[in-house]
């Protein structure tokens, strides 16, 4: 099992990520492995918490995409030069 510190917003109960990655031309490693197995956990608060990871379609991603918080992440996506996932956790338990 591998921890990787996100930054992460909040959507009613959901947290939301990014793949980010810094701004590099290709996903992060941690991406691939959730796609792969989206049912996992989250530590926020030192509190682990069961969820599911879903890709937000392009309507959601649109409406929670963290540049509307964070302006550096749309400098990220320049730099990538690819469209950079955005990721719902929504607990299971």
């Given at each position: ?20 990655n810094?701004?590099?031309?290709h996903?992060?490693g941690?991406?691939?492995?959730l796609?792969?197995h ?30 509307k ?25």
């Amino acid at each position: 099992m591998y921890t990787t510190p996100l930054m992460y917003v909040r959507d009613g109960d959901d947290h939301i990520i990014a793949a980010s990655n810094g701004g590099a031309s290709h996903d992060p490693g941690w991406w691939p492995n959730l796609r792969a197995h989206p049912h996992t956990s989250i530590e926020v608060g030192g509190r682990a918490l069961p969820v599911m990871a879903e890709r937000l379609d392009v309507v959601e991603r649109n409406r929670l995409w963290l540049t509307k918080r964070y302006a550096g992440y749309a400098e990220y996506e320049r730099m990538a030069n690819r469209a950079i996932a955005v990721i719902r956790l929504h607990p299971t338990a």
